[in-house]
């Protein structure tokens, strides 16, 4: 398992910033490395989803953990031609009210289970990009919520 974690402070409240993650046509908008999200079936926990990378791989996915208005998690799994079901990522967004300075601290959470060693060693030496990337989908969902 290898876990990445980033958190940022938003200067809007949960709600609002809950009423951007929790739904999956707005993933592109602050998600880095999401070209098109839609929702295949359902809402709240147990909802599916259709999460495309920008790469152009697809990865269906699956809402497990669903808080109303503080957590959602996701847990995606690879699609296609030679993708192996034992690899999957989950993602997390955890909404905290910041009563000390107002607005919300949003904590971003990405754990992988690679399928094998191998890949578990190139995940390894990516790590710091994924950071990069959680900083960056911190900082476009700032400017989203910011603007309400």
Do not use: C, N
Not at 27 to 49: D, I
Not at 50 to 55: D, E, I, P, S, T
Not at 75 to 81: I, T
Not at 97 to 105: A, I, L, M, Q, R
């Amino acid at each position: 398992m290898i876990l990445v974690e980033r958190s940022a402070h938003v200067v809007a409240p949960v709600e609002v910033v809950w009423d951007v993650v929790q739904r999956a046509e707005q993933l592109p908008a602050w998600l880095a490395g999401v070209r098109a999200a839609e929702v295949l079936s359902g809402e709240g926990f147990g909802r599916r989803q259709l999460v495309q990378a920008g790469r152009g791989s697809a990865h269906e996915a699956e809402v497990i953990a669903y808080q109303e208005p503080t957590l959602i998690g996701w847990r995606e799994r690879a699609k296609g031609a030679g993708a192996r079901a034992e690899a999957r990522t989950e993602i997390y967004v955890q909404l905290t009210e910041d009563e000390e300075e107002g607005g919300t601290v949003v904590r971003l959470i990405v754990v992988r289970w690679p399928a094998g060693p191998v890949k578990a060693a190139l995940l390894r030496l990516g790590l710091r990009r994924v950071g990069a990337d959680l900083e960056d989908s911190l900082a476009r969902l700032t400017d989203l919520a910011a603007v309400g």
